[in-house]
C-alpha cells in the first residue's frame, strides 16, 4: 500500500515480488509431494513446509523493518552524531533519502548530500523524484541536494564532508576490491575529525573496518538496536 500523497514514502526496500513467488512456490510444492504416496518425497514436502515456515518469519521480519525498523535504525545511527548544524553531510546509497533527509533535519546551515544510482532491485520503484517529493514533504527541500554517482569514485574534493553516511547499500558492490576501493573513497572525502557511519552486513562490515584502519581511521564496530534484521552491524570511522 503506497503512503498518502500528504505524507513522506520511504519505500519497500528489495523486491517483494520476488519473495512472494518464491513462498508460493515453495508451499505450492510441497502441498504437491505430500499428496504422493512415496515416503521419501512426503520427506521433501515436510522440509519444504518447514522452509515456507522460516521463509515467513523473514518475510515478517522485513516488513516489520520497511515499516518500522529502518526508521529506528536511521534514529540510532543519526544519535552517533554530535550534531552543531553546519555539518555537510554524504549519504551513499540515499534511495528514497530517509537518511539524507533525517540528517538535514538535524542542520541549520549545513548541507545533506545524497547520492545513488537508484537500482529498481535495491528497492522497489527507486527513483530521484520520490526523493526529492519526501524532501519537500519533509521541509528540507532547501537543505538536500542529489547527485547520481558511484561511491567508488566519489566527484567531491579532498577532506570535504564533516559526516558519511551509508546503509545496506556497499555490499551491492559486486567485487571486494569495489567495496574497498568505496571505503577508500570515504576515507579521501572526510574531513579531519569527520566521522563515517556505515551500516551493512557482518562479513563486509570487517572488510570496511580493516580498510580504514589501513588509512588510519580510529574505527569501532557494533550491533544494532533490534529493528528487524539486527544481524547488521554499524562500523564508525573517525578520521584523525
Not at 514533504?137 to 564532508?161: D, M
Request: charged share 25%; net charge positive.
Amino acid at each position: 500500500m503506497s503512503a498518502p500523497k500528504n505524507k513522506p514514502d520511504y519505500g519497500f526496500d528489495g523486491s517483494p515480488l520476488s519473495l512472494i513467488i518464491l513462498n508460493v512456490a515453495i508451499w505450492g510444492m510441497g502441498v504437491l509431494l505430500i499428496n504422493v504416496p512415496a515416503k521419501f518425497l512426503k520427506v521433501v514436502a515436510c522440509f519444504l513446509f518447514f522452509c515456507g515456515f522460516l521463509l515467513g518469519i523473514l518475510s515478517a521480519l522485513w516488513v516489520f523493518y520497511v515499516k518500522v525498523g529502518k526508521f529506528h535504525r536511521r534514529d540510532q545511527l543519526l544519535s552517533m552524531i554530535d550534531w552543531k548544524g553546519n555539518e555537510i553531510v554524504l549519504d551513499i546509497g540515499t534511495g528514497r533519502g530517509l537518511l539524507m533527509i533525517g540528517a538535514a533535519q538535524k542542520l541549520t546551515s549545513g548541507k545533506s548530500i545524497g547520492i545513488d544510482i537508484w537500482r529498481q532491485k535495491d528497492m522497489h520503484n527507486n527513483n530521484s523524484q520520490s526523493t526529492l517529493r519526501n524532501a519537500e514533504l519533509e521541509g528540507v527541500l532547501e537543505k538536500i541536494e542529489l547527485r547520481n554517482e558511484n561511491a567508488q569514485k566519489l566527484p567531491f574534493s579532498n577532506n570535504f564532508f564533516d559526516v558519511v553516511f551509508s546503509n545496506l547499500c556497499l555490499h551491492n558492490i559486486p567485487s571486494k576490491e569495489g567495496r574497498e576501493k568505496a571505503c577508500r573513497e570515504i576515507s579521501r572525502v572526510l574531513k579531519p575529525t569527520g566521522i563515517a557511519v556505515i551500516c551493512d552486513v557482518p562479513l563486509h562490515s570487517k572488510e570496511y573496518c580493516e580498510v580504514f584502519k589501513n588509512e588510519g581511521l580510529k574505527v569501532d564496530i557494533m550491533r544494532l538496536n533490534f529493528d528487524g534484521f539486527p544481524h547488521n552491524r554499524i562500523v564508525k570511522a573517525i578520521k584523525r
